[in-house]
């Protein structure tokens, strides 16, 4: 009989054992520590394989508890845009509301010329007096615009070639004349007022009024022969002309009127049955230079009905 030494039972406990309870006759390669009673490894050891754990060994569930939303900084309210302090007005001192950047409106006749005041009807030009640069400049683009019509017609005035022309830019040409259309109205009414200063100039000589006024007339109709693209640009501005235009087309009118008042060259004031007459000479003489311009009458027509016209003043 063989006693084992204690060396032989120590070997025999660090042999892993088989399921058999056999050894495998191979050392262990982990070192195993004993569990302390009552804890999860000494019920490991205890229960079967495959038996599960014990309530006990199992750590308990956690609950999770609600996360707390994060605090949120309130957002600073918005800065007041500055306030836009009014525009005063010098006038009264008192703040206005800031006006509009319009361009402003500027006088489209000039107040000052040959026969204010006198002629068939009330003066309609309402604008204030020019400065004398104002109407240098206004002078420079009349001439201009009278330059480009007699070379091109009415199509020939452009706004832009004025403006050049005239050494003004191009929104000071718009505050004289909104348009081609006023620009060619107040041309055809310096034209009138030369004619006007030519009649006083030199008054017709026939001894009666009706042939003095056709005679007058004949020779303004010349005048407006010699640059018929001119004659042709005025005529189609007036026949172009609406409400916006009204007080430059009155204008000519009254100017026309004057220069046949002149002619007439009495001393008193006209009578109402004068100033009737005058009004159907005027119409007749701008109804007869829109037909000679059209072709649709010649120039002994147009004598003709000057003559015809003038007659009217003979009549009581």
Request: aromatic share 2%.
């Amino acid at each position: 009989m063989i006693h084992a030494t204690p060396g032989h039972r120590a070997r025999a406990a660090r042999l892993n054992r088989r399921p058999g309870g056999r050894a495998s006759g191979r050392p262990s390669t982990a070192r195993t520590r004993p569990d302390p009673p009552g804890t999860a490894g000494a019920a490991r050891h205890s229960r079967a394989p495959g038996a599960p754990l014990p309530s006990s060994a199992m750590p308990p569930p956690t609950s999770a508890a609600p996360s707390a939303p994060l605090p949120v900084a309130p957002s600073p309210p918005p800065s007041p845009l500055p306030a836009v302090p009014p525009a005063a007005d010098p006038a009264d001192g008192a703040p206005t509301a800031a006006p509009a950047t319009a361009p402003a409106a500027a006088p489209v006749a000039d107040p000052s010329g040959p026969g204010a005041g006198t002629g068939a009807g009330a003066d309609t030009d309402l604008a204030p007096p020019l400065t004398a640069r104002q109407a240098e400049r206004r002078r420079r683009i009349l001439r201009t615009a009278t330059a480009l019509a007699a070379r091109g017609g009415y199509e020939a005035v452009q706004m832009r070639e004025v403006a050049e022309g005239a050494q003004v830019a191009l929104g000071t040409l718009y505050r004289y004349f909104p348009s081609k259309v006023h620009l060619l109205v107040a041309v055809m009414l310096e034209q009138l007022r030369g004619l006007q200063e030519q009649v006083r100039r030199h008054p017709p000589t026939e001894p009666e009024p009706a042939l003095r006024v056709a005679e007058a007339l004949t020779r303004a109709f010349h005048a407006l022969q010699r640059e018929p693209l001119l004659a042709e640009a005025m005529v189609r501005a007036l026949s172009f002309a609406d409400r916006s235009v009204s007080a430059e087309v009155d204008q000519v009118s009254v100017a026309t009127g004057r220069l046949i008042l002149d002619a007439i060259g009495q001393s008193e004031p006209p009578t109402e049955t004068q100033r009737a007459a005058v009004r159907v000479i005027e119409h007749t003489w701008h109804a007869a230079l829109v037909a000679w311009l059209s072709g649709r009458a010649s120039i002994a027509e147009v004598r003709a009905d000057l003559h015809t016209a003038a007659g009217l003043l003979t009549r009581p």
